[in-house]
């Protein structure tokens, strides 16, 4: 298929600025959804080897090296619901979580929401992806066990290029409060 016959779907491509290697700081709590202030951080390098689908695809897996252990995440675009599905799977467990879904907004922020459990009880998930630019994001989870009246934000990452200076928010890891 030549790029004369492609059909551009708005919303396709939108994760297209992942493509790359990243390093990544964490921020992450102790203890989910039980009142707890303290944050562990923790390094991380995240690959995206490209995408699929003409941009409505996108694979990458974050190593952890000082946890032992790695992630990944696939994303898949549905144009007919104009909306992506985001799948965690870690390699402790081995087990694709449910998805989250959702959209990016005309400000460049993208929120998605799923149902989950944590501990053995239902939740509402919701991962935010901000401040994208050539070379830093930010992404954040927040779980509410309140059907999404609350929310508790409970893991960041800044993502910063590797290769690229160390600037904007994933320069230097904000206090969180």
Not at 13 to 30: H, P, Q, S, Y
Not at 71 to 92: K, Q, V
Not at 108 to 132: A, E, L
Request: hydrophobic residues 35%; charged residues 20%.
């Amino acid at each position: 298929m030549n790029s004369d016959s492609v059909i551009e779907k708005p919303g396709s491509g939108d994760f297209d600025f992942l493509v790359g290697t990243w390093e990544v700081a964490n921020r992450r709590l102790v203890t989910r959804l039980a009142g707890c202030t303290e944050w562990e951080e923790f390094p991380g390098r995240a690959v995206c080897t490209g995408t699929l689908f003409d941009g409505a695809a996108n694979l990458d897996e974050i190593t952890f090296p000082t946890l032992g252990t790695t992630g990944l995440t696939l994303r898949l675009f549905d144009p007919a619901h104009m909306e992506w599905s985001l799948y965690w799977a870690s390699s402790r467990t081995g087990l694709l979580q449910p998805p989250v879904r959702g959209r990016f907004g005309g400000d460049g922020r993208g929120v998605f929401h799923g149902d989950d459990t944590h501990d053995g009880v239902p939740i509402r998930c919701r991962f935010v992806w901000s401040d994208i630019t050539a070379d830093s994001a930010y992404w954040e989870q927040a779980f509410s066990a309140d059907g999404g009246e609350s929310w508790e934000t409970n893991w960041t990452m800044y993502f910063h290029r590797s290769g690229a200076p160390a600037q904007g928010p994933g320069a230097v890891l904000p206090p969180v409060g």
